[in-house]
T-cell receptor
Framework: SAVISQKPSRDICQRGTSLTIQCQVD?????MFWYRQQPGQSLTLIAT?????????ESGFVIDKFPISRPNLTFSTLTVSNMSPEDSSIYLC?????????????FGPGTRLTVT | AQSVAQPEDQVNVAEGNPLTVKCTYS??????LFWYVQYPNRGLQFLLK??????LVKGSYGFEAEFNKSQTSFHLKKPSALVSDSALYFC????????????FGSGTKLNVKP
């Protein structure tokens, strides 16, 4: 397994501002993902964070709104830009070590974002 | 299209009784199936998975799940529930070895009462 930390754990932000969420893994991993979990709902994949190239976004999510960086194999950031109350969610980072035959994803503790 | 259904928003059981949390799936290829648990204000924790082999898989905290290909189901079970099992449970599927994308169910809240 992998130990994943996220910063901040929670934040309250004003509409129109941006927040950058950090995800740090204790080992080098191949795949990193960012999910959104809206209140009382399931997880929705935002994008796959690719090391050394642009992230791959899912339908309904765009780079201008959710820019992602992945400068190395243990770290990624997700920025929620020009926030509105609809962006209030838990944002989760997850990782998978491809090639181990495990096929499991491991999740960080999440960042609880409230936009006022 | 790949999808996962958890038909029950909530399951209530008494402590000591067996519990079942239901999950059905739809994938175009071979299903890789997972159960995760989420405690309040925590991230998701991996419980168990089915990739291949024995249809009954055992996982953490005494949980097990049975893969049923004909019914496209992967129900989570535990013989004797504990109050500490109360949490939100998510079923997830991925479509075979070559694809990394997980599809999550809507989640089932398990309430275990003393």
């Amino acid at each position: 397994s992998a130990v994943i930390s996220q910063k901040p754990s929670r934040d309250i932000c004003q509409r129109g501002t941006s927040l950058t969420i950090q995800c740090q893994v204790d080992s080098q991993v191949t795949m990193m993902f960012w999910y959104r979990q809206q209140p009382g709902q399931s997880l929705t994949l935002i994008a796959t964070a690719n090391q050394g190239s642009e992230a791959t976004y899912e339908s309904g999510f765009v780079i201008d709104k959710f820019p992602i960086s992945r400068p190395n194999l243990t770290f990624s950031t997700l920025t929620v830009s020009n926030m509105s109350p609809e962006d209030s969610s838990i944002y989760l980072c997850s990782v998978e070590v491809v090639g181990t035959g495990l096929y499991e994803q491991y999740f960080g503790p999440g960042t609880r974002l409230t936009v006022t | 299209a790949q999808s996962v259904a958890q038909p029950e928003d909530q399951v209530n059981v008494a402590e000591g009784n067996p519990l079942t949390v239901k999950c059905t799936y739809s994938v175009s290829g071979n299903p890789y199936l997972f159960w995760y648990v989420q405690y309040p204000n925590r991230g998701l924790q991996f419980l168990l998975k089915y990739i291949t082999g024995d249809n009954l898989v055992k996982g953490s905290y005494g949980f097990e799940a049975e893969f049923n290909k004909s019914q496209t189901s992967f129900h989570l079970k535990k013989p004797s529930a504990l109050v500490s099992d109360s949490a939100l449970y998510f079923c997830a599927v991925r479509d075979g070895e070559g694809f990394n994308k997980f599809y999550f169910g809507s989640g089932t809240k398990l309430n275990v009462k003393p």
